[in-house]
């Protein structure tokens, strides 16, 4: 039986509202902690190995957003699976060059710049399930939401309150620094991370002690949703603002709900039109009746004439599903079908070979 794999963001320590640069920095460390080349116990070449998967798939930004909404049912590696030896092969030796070839070197400038300041958080995907009525009238639904917020305490800012982050000297806040590297085609300079700040152009001497400086906590709250109506399955309902917190005191990124609606036992949903099948008996339709139907409104009563046949189309005006961010709704179409009795009583089956006989006698 194969072994269950872990989740990505705990294979690499890191929280789910963790940004572009804490990848990489956790990577960094798990890759010099378990690669092969530099760690020969038992157990760190397969450990290595779920790192580098880890790092392939957050790295990426459709990777991670898949991975995010299906879990390791969206991760992709084809049919021989992840190849790590991108990842293997290289030589320890050199952490620098590693690095640069991982993380790059003038694209990883603008991805530092953006880090020093304002960025805004990570999104969050979670799953709902609607009653059939609840999607089409629109409903209000209590959810838990589980993430990264700023802290309450200091702000988003990290620092004790009362107190504030002082800017890096180190890269003037920028959060980067020039590098001179030497090659036999000459000197190249780079900007990299620096590694006063860690990439955040401030640095906080006295740190909160609520969130010991990260500017987040974890929490757990409940949220009363407003579901539209009109919603069909599949949808998608954005809660602005609901994410995980952003980085620096940035704004939280949106929280995304995905639809799921139970079938109903007797209506069918067709875009804003509502289907039902409304079952007649032989005398129903050859004599004409009143009959009550049920809507999503309540009951209607539909005048069947004489002589309707099965699948006639009766039309109830503005019972169907609303229009999603609209005005009006839909129709409910009812479809009358005819239905055989399976069983007959003596009586009734006398009666009907009376009626027999009357008709064949019909020329």
Same mark, same amino acid.
């Given at each position: ?28 460390? #798990? ?6 080349? =530099? ?8 450990? !290595? ?19 995010? =909404? ?9 049919? %021989? ?10 030589? !320890? ?17 603008? /991805? ?16 709902? /399930? ?27 800012? $990290?620092?004790?309150? %009362?107190?504030?982050? #002082? ?12 590098? &001179?590297?030497?090659?036999? !085609?000459?000197?190249?300079?780079? /900007? ?33 949703? #407003? ?6 399955? %599949?949808?998608? &309902? =954005?809660?602005? @603002? ?6 620096? @005191? ?9 639809? *799921? &609606? =139970?079938?109903?036992?007797? !209506? ?14 032989? *005398? ?22 004489? $002589? ?17 961010? $609209? ?12 239905? /055989? ?23």
């Amino acid at each position: 039986m194969a072994q269950q794999k872990r989740d990505y963001y705990e294979v690499l320590g890191i929280s789910r509202g963790a940004t572009d640069e804490d990848i990489k920095r956790a990577f960094r460390q #798990k890759a010099m902690q378990y690669h092969p080349d =530099r760690n020969k116990e038992e157990g760190a070449n397969e450990k !290595f190995k779920e790192c580098a998967e880890a790092y392939e798939v957050l790295s990426d930004v459709d990777k991670r957003a898949s991975y995010d =909404r299906y879990g390791h049912a969206g991760t992709n590696f084809g049919a %021989g699976g992840f190849n790590y030896n991108s990842y293997a092969n290289f030589d !320890f030796g050199n952490l620098g060059d590693i690095f640069e070839q991982f993380f790059g070197g003038a694209s990883g400038a603008s /991805t530092n710049r953006k880090n020093a300041g304002l960025q805004r958080g990570q999104s969050i995907t979670m799953n709902i /399930t609607l009653e059939f009525e609840e999607a089409s009238l629109g409903a209000e639904k209590e959810i838990e939401i589980k993430r990264d917020e700023h802290c309450s305490e200091c702000g988003g800012s $990290g620092a004790r309150k %009362g107190t504030s982050p #002082k800017t890096c000297v180190a890269c003037g806040g920028s959060g980067e620094v020039y590098q &001179v590297q030497r090659s036999i !085609f000459g000197q190249f300079k780079n /900007t990299v991370l620096c590694s006063e700040c860690s990439g955040r152009g401030k640095i906080i001497e006295d740190k909160c002690p609520v969130c010991r400086g990260s500017g987040v906590t974890y929490n757990k709250r409940k949220l009363a949703v #407003k579901i539209p109506a009109g919603v069909s399955d %599949g949808s998608q &309902v =954005r809660l602005s @603002g609901e994410g995980y917190a952003g980085l620096n @005191g940035g704004p939280s990124g949106h929280a995304y709900l995905n639809i *799921s &609606v =139970r079938p109903h036992k007797f !209506f069918e949903r067709e875009d804003n039109d509502i289907i039902y099948e409304m079952p007649l008996n032989f *005398s129903q339709a050859a004599l004409g009746d009143e009959i009550e139907v049920p809507t999503l409104y309540g009951n209607e009563k539909v005048k069947v004439p004489a $002589g309707t046949p099965s699948g006639k189309e009766f039309r109830l005006k503005g019972k169907g599903v609303a229009f999603l961010n $609209g005005n009006g709704k839909g129709d409910q179409l009812v479809y009358a079908v005819l239905q /055989t009795p399976k069983k007959l009583s003596e009586e009734q089956k006398n009666l009907l070979e009376k009626l027999a006989k009357t008709f064949k006698n019909e020329k």
